[in-house]
């Protein structure tokens, strides 16, 4: 059996040496396809492929025609819209993710950009503290949850709002739970997004919610850049002088706001809240073992496309 890693953004090493471990240790052979440039390199490396683990890798339905003996792909990590889950369905490929693997490494980046922009990035100015300020997460899952907990050491008051998420684990962590997302922007200074890029959730953070922001308003992403409406968000930051966004996920629109709102914009250059050793070793021996574990045993525990 072969499990191909493909990662174009690559795990560090220790990590693919940990997954060779799981894998050799159960009879099985790695394929490693790291920082390819194109497309074909993955068709190529995916022909005689059991499984396979990906990051935010694109795997679509061309890429699934190519792996003619593909059983299993593992993101290795939560969010799995990079992948096509009704393709894999008709291929009859089972697709998983790695829930809660890389959610504290996410969760202190997010915390990170919180302190990179209170201080003016850095940039000798006076700035703000984090302490006593209203801090809204925006979905209360894995990573909501490591957020409001290293958001407490900072002596913040912390609010949450998720249509999914029972008030009760909010409560327990001291979280108050709102009800809508209007009263969460409407209510806290700092807003940490952490909802997946649905159907649902896709362009959902528009001018209307982020208005009812207070003023000195700061909008978090570390989540997906296709939640944001990228028009709306610059027709606002043109209206309010005050607000402020932060991302690790670079928008289409960077270039134009890099240009516009010096001083109130950042974005990562790549993608990195789940860049860490600790979350590639977790995510990917997860990752490891959960294609062990349902190549020899059947378990589809993490399977998202039922
Ligand atoms: C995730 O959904 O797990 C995070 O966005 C991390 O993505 P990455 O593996 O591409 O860094």
Redo the contacts with the bound molecule.
Sequence with gaps: MKILIATE?PFAKIAVDGIKQVAEEAGMQICLLEKYTDKQQLLDAVADADAMIV??DIIDAQVLDAAKQLKIVIR????YDNIDLEAATAHKVCVMNTPGQ?SNA?AELALGLMVYAVRNFYNGTSGTELKGKRLGIHAYGNVGRNVARIAKGFGMEIFAYDAYCPDEAMLKDNVTPLHSAEELYEKCDIVSLHIPATAETKQSINKALLSRMPKGALLVNTARKEVINEDELIELMTERQDFRYVTDIMPACHDKLAEDFKGRYFATPK?M???TAEANINAGIAAARQIVDFLKNGNRKFQVNK
């Design positions: 953004k990051r935010s290795a990590g939560a969010g890389n996410v993608k809240g789940a860049q």
